[in-house]
């Protein structure tokens, strides 16, 4: 019978423990929002903003390599000149960055120090 009273006691001990053992999941979850969620969903808002400024004119690369200029835009839909006279239609989502004034790809920022 004491063992009975012995361990209904514990448990209302155990209930400041229990949460004390979330602590552990909700910091993981924290480093986790911080480290690889949050800067990815800022790279995505940043993508978008990119996409919905595309003009003609703009010299682009797309996520496949190909540089080009944008001689037409519509709302899913992008056509680019790659040489004199030879333009590709390829979908807007597959454009992947702009290139700099003389042509060559923009060097990737370097993260941390």
């Not at 361990?7 to 924290?30: D, R, T």
């Amino acid at each position: 019978m004491t063992g009975v009273a012995y361990a209904a006691g514990g448990a209302g001990a155990g209930g400041a423990g229990g949460i004390a053992s979330f602590i552990p999941l909700i910091l993981i979850f924290a480093v986790f929002y911080f480290m690889l969620i949050r800067p990815q969903q800022k790279q995505a808002k940043q993508k978008q903003v990119f996409l919905n400024e595309l003009k003609n004119g703009d010299k682009v690369v797309t996520s496949g390599g190909i540089h080009g200029t944008i001689t037409g835009i519509t709302d899913s839909v992008v056509t680019l000149e790659i040489a004199d006279k030879v333009r590709i239609k390829v979908s807007r989502s597959s454009i992947g960055s702009p290139l700099n004034k003389d042509g060559s790809a923009p060097v990737p920022a370097k993260k941390g120090g």
